[in-house]
């Protein structure tokens, strides 16, 4: 992948983050896009999403979905370990 493809899929990556932020937000949580690697994304989360019992499912189910769907290049989304 290019620098100028890579620099669009990780701008695309952060929109959607951005779209799903509030609903984060609204559960007391907090996402981040870290970084995009071999199109895996990393994302940090904190508040309320430490310890949730439903951080898996909101992870694969929810927004990795969102992402393999609309983001070219993307296979997975895992919590970033920093």
Same mark, same amino acid.
């Given at each position: 992948?290019?620098?100028?493809?890579?620099?669009?899929?990780?701008?695309?990556?952060?929109?959607?983050?951005?779209?799903?932020?509030?609903?984060?937000?609204?559960? &007391?949580?907090?996402?981040?896009?870290?970084?995009?690697?071999?199109?895996?994304?990393?994302?940090?989360?904190?508040?309320?999403?430490?310890?949730?019992?439903?951080?898996?499912?909101?992870?694969?189910? &929810?927004?990795?979905?969102?992402?393999?769907?609309?983001?070219?290049?993307?296979?997975?989304?895992?919590?970033?370990?920093?």
């Amino acid at each position: 992948m290019s620098e100028l493809d890579a620099l669009k899929q990780f701008d695309l990556t952060k929109e959607y983050i951005d779209l799903i932020r509030p609903y984060i937000e609204q559960h &007391g949580g907090a996402i981040d896009l870290v970084r995009i690697e071999d199109g895996v994304v990393y994302l940090r989360l904190g508040g309320a999403c430490i310890g949730c019992s439903a951080l898996d499912v909101t992870i694969k189910d &929810g927004i990795e979905q969102m992402l393999i769907e609309n983001v070219e290049g993307i296979i997975e989304v895992r919590v970033a370990d920093e």
